[in-house]
């Protein structure tokens, strides 16, 4: 019974803690923790350091994160992706050998790169692309809404796009927000024709109608042209494969597709609207054989050269100038641009949609 009687006393969770008192022993009660004043303006000195880094110092630190690399932007499964280029300065003659995965179906036309389906209305279908697409950098976007803010421009800004689809960067340009949007610096386009634009010979019963139309070929360009940062931009023509034979006459080509590559023509004036560049390059290229070489390669190389100054002098002059103003180079510009757009004024085929998975979530 004494020690009983010694632990009734001693303990302090004993029936004597439960007495109608409602009080404990005095030797047993701790003073309750005094909470840490809060102010919504003013954080504890614990959760935030006192001097953040500036702004300036965040940009660079977004800019090492990212990087200035090549992005090819994919369709995959109706949501638009991209892949980050392998190499550190893609040709733009090479039309994506530097990515084998990554080019359209319908450019593939040679033994380097295998593994597309036909069976498919998406542009990009090759085999092994799903495991090669891109998220690393960029999830870093998804830590939290203010960085999401803040560094989303620097990727956008720095990054090259380059995309060979019409249809791909029509969707990207609708799925992104406004102010990445509005802070690209530089793309290329590397474009096979399958016919020449706004001349008609388009219709809705291809099987490239989803890719390859009129209305697409002036949204594509009126969004590259709606791009306020755009400096430099680069137009890679892929023309496709030629066949030629000898005669008793000489050389004469067999097959192939050639454009004409006057600035007057039709499917050229939707590239007029660019302008404000401080770059821009074009290249066209065409697999040939020894007959077909001799035959197109002296015209295409002057065409070619005249082209680009051309459009060279029009696309970095300043931005706001009517293209009224372009016919110093004897264009009747109006008139055909007026023409094409009335005959062209139905509704726009590509299906608006939310935002898809694009650079970021």
Known sequence: ?????????????????????????????????????????????????????????????????????????????????????????????QHRHCCPTTPARWRVSDSRVQGHSDGLLYPHTHAQLPSSLSDGNVALLRTCRAIHAEAATTLYAQSTFDVDDLYTFIAFAQSVPRAALSSIRRLTVQWMPVWTPLTGQDHKGSIYAHTHSDVLWLQFWAAVASLPALRALKLSIDLGRFTGTVTGGGAVLVAGQRIPLVLKEPWLLPLLNVRGLEEFELAVTARCDVAARGVIEGDL???????????????????????????ELGLDVDGVWLRALEELGEESPVRRAGPRLAIMA
């Open 1 to 93: 019974m004494r020690h009983f009687d010694a632990w009734v006393v001693r303990d302090p969770y004993s029936i004597w803690h439960y007495y109608a008192t409602g009080q404990r022993w005095k030797d047993t009660q701790q003073p309750l923790p005094v909470p840490l004043p809060l102010h919504p303006k003013q954080p504890p000195d614990l959760l935030l350091p006192p001097h953040p880094p500036p702004p300036e110092i965040r940009h660079m630190i977004w800019g090492f994160v990212f990087g200035a690399d090549t992005l090819h932007l994919v369709t995959v499964k109706d949501k638009v992706r991209h892949v980050r280029c392998n190499s550190a300065s893609p040709s733009l003659t």
């Open 301 to 327: 190389c002057r065409d070619a050269g005249v082209l680009r100054d051309q459009l060279r002098a029009v696309m970095c002059s300043r931005r706001g100038v009517p293209l009224g103003a372009l016919k």
